[in-house]
T-cell receptor
């Protein structure tokens, strides 16, 4: 079953704790992205990576960190520095830059309790 | 910096009526523009891209560089078109891939 998979679907975190969201793809895509989806604000770009071992900050990177050690994997860590982490997080991948279709995961809903 | 705006948060039309979802962008170069759609309980998926000049599910979108717009149109809306629609922009260098805030389309019977 090919595609892009995010896990877990729901995640609860206590304040002050770091938490890592998983994103895996078996589409052999070079580019991967993390977005945060809030009601009324659409998708806001957190981090993106065009190639293994390289990644760039998006518009709202503060309080988040990523790694890209493997082509298939692009985990996102929500740190305790993120002031308002409760949100829906979406991961996407694309074959390359430019005019290529992005494929999205099912999303992870993170709730801070 | 590149930016995408969608002025309508919610758009309601009756079945069979024409629909237009507006998208404007700010980018100094030549952008790649897309429309993505999210149906209820489904993943976000590509609807169409400007470079292909295609019509998908009756929807079309024309890039107007003078007005920096990429509005999505359909002459006769169907109930199954009810969904969240996002306009997205990529610059030629693929250094960023940004989305607008989205418009929820509701097609009433």
């Amino acid at each position: 079953d090919g595609g892009i998979t995010q896990s877990p679907k729901y995640l609860f975190r206590k304040e002050g704790q770091n938490v890592t969201l998983s994103c895996e793809q078996n589409l052999n895509h070079d580019a991967m992205y993390w977005y945060r989806q809030d009601p009324g604000q659409g998708l806001r770009l957190i981090y993106y990576s065009q190639i293994v071992n390289d990644f760039q900050k998006g518009d709202i990177a503060e309080g988040y960190s990523v790694s890209r050690e493997k082509k298939e994997s692009f985990p996102l860590t929500v740190t305790s520095a993120q002031k308002n982490p409760t949100a829906f997080y979406l991961c996407a991948s694309r074959r390359s830059r430019g005019n290529t279709e992005a494929f999205f995961g099912q999303g992870t809903r993170l709730t801070v309790v | 910096a590149q930016r995408v705006t969608q002025p309508e948060k919610l758009l309601s039309v009756f079945k069979g009526a024409p629909v237009e979802l507006k998208c404007n962008y700010s980018y100094s170069g030549s952008p790649e523009l897309f429309w993505y759609v999210q149906y209820s309980r489904q993943r976000l998926q590509l609807l169409l891209r400007h470079i292909s000049r295609e019509s998908i599910k009756g929807f079309t979108a024309d890039l107007n560089k003078g007005e920096t717009s990429f509005h999505l149109k359909k002459p006769f809306a169907q109930e199954e078109d009810s969904a969240m629609y996002y306009c997205a922009l990529d610059n030629n260098y693929g250094q960023n891939f940004v989305f607008g805030p989205g418009t929820r389309l509701s097609v009433l019977p």
